[in-house]
């Protein structure tokens, strides 16, 4: 079974709007991290935002933040303001284990396209 | 001042090759990775190490063999290149057991194609 899913391959934003690209996980760990990272044409991975499982408000780094619903095991991750540069694939994934033995278990992609 | 960095970038060989990937990190994290980056973009884990010691081997085939001479350094040699082997390889490391600090940082990842 898919520990993270995103049913989204692909979006299509005008440039200025707002966007929610989803994200579902599951684990029975009670302990876990979830993270988006965006991945541009040149192809590096860029780290967005971090969520922790015990954290009580919800992330915001700049223009991205996430809506996390723990109850319903879901992390979107919204980007205000769309910019032409955020065109991209953007990953969720969820850090699992810990002390040594951690590993990011990572979603299929959404691929972003901002419209001008 | 590179965080992560990987060598080569580009690598282009022929089926039954041996290749190494080399990966440094200057960021004193002592965990490091090797993801494997297939053509639909997905990417999956291959090992972690943690201190030199080898932690997670997620069936990776024996012909992938990762070694870590130091903290820094995590090298990733393949025997027997098969054209499935074809793929972006990240590097990344991270300092476990640091809450939100641990992220992990990614190296700019190596394009291997086995023709």
């Known amino acids: 079974a898919q520990k993270i899913t995103q049913t989204q391959p692909g979006m299509f934003v005008q440039e200025k709007e707002a966007v929610t690209l989803d994200c579902t996980y599951d684990?029975?760990?009670?302990?876990?991290?979830l993270f988006w990272y965006k991945q541009p044409s040149s192809g590096e991975m860029i780290f967005l935002i971090y969520q922790g499982s015990y954290d009580q408000q919800n992330a915001t780094e700049g223009r991205y933040s996430l809506n996390f619903q723990k109850a319903r095991k879901s992390a979107n991750l919204v980007i205000s303001a769309s910019q032409l540069g955020d065109s991209a694939m953007y990953f969720c994934?969820?850090?699992?284990?810990?002390?040594?033995?951690?590993?990011?278990?990572f979603g299929t992609g959404t691929r972003l396209t901002i419209i001008p | 001042d590179t965080a992560v960095s990987q060598t080569p970038k580009y690598l282009v060989t022929q089926m039954g090759n041996d290749k190494s990937i080399k990966c440094e990190q200057n960021l004193g994290h002592d965990t490091m990775y090797w993801y494997k980056q297939d053509s639909k973009k997905f990417l999956k884990i291959m090992f972690s190490y943690n201190n030199k010691e080898l932690i997670i081997n997620e069936t990776v085939p024996n012909r992938f063999s990762p070694k870590s001479p130091d903290k820094a350094h995590l090298n990733l040699h393949i025997n027997s290149l098969e054209l499935g082997d074809s793929a972006v390889y990240f590097c990344?490391?991270?300092?476990?057991?640091?809450?939100?600090?641990?992220?992990?940082?990614f190296g700019p990842g190596t394009r291997l194609t086995v023709t």
């Open positions: 684990t029975s760990d009670p302990s876990y991290g």
């Open positions: 990344a490391s991270s300092q476990v057991g640091q809450g939100r600090l641990d992220e992990q940082y």
């Open positions: 994934a969820m850090r699992e284990g810990n002390f040594g033995n951690e590993k990011l278990t």
